[in-house]
């Protein structure tokens, strides 16, 4: 006589709550494409792709006069310097906030930090940069400050859950066998978040190389400034050039940042 295999339990109810989420997110998605009038005819038009396609000829070929070339690669390294300072200025503001945080230094003092986060975070870079342009003036020093007081909030955010989610129970025994709190979150509590929070750091500066491109928009320095100067005089050519360049950037970027976040998980 063959034993009979075992049954699989049912499957778990779905909860009413969850359908309710999800319809509300087709309702939002069909509602979007409703209300916004999206001429999908007279975007793929003939007389708009002749546009299109003559703007773009203007472009080419891109600008490769060596004194331009060298101005270009001084705005390219700006942009770089912009984005790395930054996100090192993000990441020890985002550490120290993260603490309270984290619930670590009482209740009270996590609520009105990450009130203080959600306000730095939902600020763009651009807004920032506009008004620290009025306290620092033109140049990179505002467009590095705006991205710092930016990333600050992201960063400060994500560091926190990191901490809220390690394992409480290595700290909790270095503190039982006398460890002080500062040590036992130092040697417990830190390196098991340490890599998830380099990762998002990483991350985030991927990040920073876009937005420092675009900050020069508004006199922020770099690429960016490089870009809107050429294009309102309508030098498309060396326009070009500067575009390659921050393609070219952040590629680089990408290519370093996911060499380092495959070095740190291994």
């Known amino acids: 006589m063959t034993p ?25 998605v069909v509602a979007s494409f409703a209300s916004l009038p999206l001429q999908w005819s007279a975007f793929f038009a ?26 270009t690669f001084g705005a390219l390294w700006e942009t770089l310097a912009m984005s790395l300072m930054g ?6 503001g985002g550490l120290a906030l993260a603490l309270p945080a984290s ?14 986060l959600n306000v730095l ?29 930016h990333t600050t909030g992201v960063l400060g955010r994500l560091f926190a859950d990191a901490l809220e989610n390690v394992e409480p129970l290595p700290e909790q025994t ?7 709190p500062l040590a036992a ?16 750091a990483l991350y985030r500066w991927e990040n920073n190389i876009r937005a420092a491109a675009v900050l020069g928009v508004v006199g922020a320095g770099g690429l960016g400034q490089m870009l809107k100067y050429h294009l309102s005089l309508f ?3 060396s326009a070009a050039t500067v575009v390659i360049a921050m393609l070219l950037l952040v590629a680089l970027v990408d290519a370093a940042s996911y060499a380092l976040r495959r070095a740190l998980t291994r």
Do not use: C
């Open 121 to 149: 975070r939902s600020i763009p870079e651009l807004v920032w940069a506009s008004l620290l342009l009025v306290a620092a003036g033109l140049g990179p020093f505002a467009g590095t400050l705006a991205l710092a007081a």
């Open 235 to 237: 030098q498309m050519q």
């Open 103 to 116: 619930g670590r230094m009482g209740g009270a003092l996590r609520g009105a930090v990450r009130a203080l």
């Open 185 to 200: 979150f130092l040697y417990a509590t830190l390196p098991q978040a340490l890599p998830q929070m380099l990762s998002y």
């Open 46 to 71: 003939p007389e708009a792709l002749d546009s299109a396609a003559e703007f773009l000829d203007g472009f080419s070929p891109p600008d490769t006069a060596p004194a331009f070339l060298d101005k």
């Open 174 to 180: 270095l503190r039982t066998n006398g460890a002080a």
């Open 87 to 92: 996100t090192l200025l993000a990441v020890a």
């Open 4 to 28: 009979h295999s075992p049954s699989l339990p049912p499957p778990p109810p779905r909860s009413p709550g969850k359908i309710l989420l999800l319809a509300a997110l087709v309702a939002l």
